[in-house]
């Protein structure tokens, strides 16, 4: 076996140079070159009904895939693509303000009527939907909820299986 002597400062350049390569650049918004001009970061309260409907003949969501088990009819495992309505008030004759689209989870809010028209956030959460509250994590944004976080509060106003319409109540910081 054969020793090679290296200088100490020559192993600690190495190393340095290793560290350089693996170390994530620190991150900011570009755009074309350019830093993103982000603005004061602003809060928005939004308020809205979405209205899941499975069954009859024009349904807003449909499964895509099943687990391999006759256990539960949309057990652990079901898959469905969604393209729900979201309106102003718990009605489904009540004015829509935009709609939701995914496959169950992650969800894009995507609105297309009123001051946010052309604008969406995102959740990504567990949604256990046989508890009638529970709570969502907002993880972006785009358009006026450019970057979004924040958190929505989900209450069941009507479970009449396989059909629901939740009510919404959402608190976005945004830029």
């Known amino acids: ?35 993103l001009k982000l603005g004061k970061e ?5 308020h809205f009904f979405l209205h899941d409907t499975i069954s009859g003949e024009n349904p807003t969501a449909v499964q895509v895939a099943n687990p391999n088990s006759t ?56 949604n256990p939907i046989t508890e009638t509250r529970r709570e969502l994590a907002v993880v972006g944004g785009r358009g006026k909820f450019r970057l979004a976080r924040g958190v929505a509060q989900l209450t069941t106003r009507l479970l009449k299986y396989p059909d629901a319409i939740i009510e919404y109540n959402v608190t976005l910081f945004h830029y």
């Open 1 to 35: 076996m054969t020793w090679v002597a290296v200088r100490p400062d020559a192993s600690l350049a190495a190393v340095l140079v290793i560290i350089l390569f693996l170390t994530p650049v620190e991150g900011y918004a570009v755009r074309a070159g350019r830093a």
């Open 42 to 46: 602003k809060v928005t309260y939004l």
């Open 71 to 126: 256990r539960f009819p949309f057990g652990f495992g079901s898959v469905f693509v969604i393209d729900d309505v979201l309106t102003e008030a718990v009605e489904r004759s009540s004015p829509v303000v935009g709609n939701a689209q995914g496959i169950d989870l992650p969800v894009d809010f995507a609105f297309t009527t009123g001051k946010y028209k052309g604008s969406s956030f995102s959740v990504m959460s567990r």
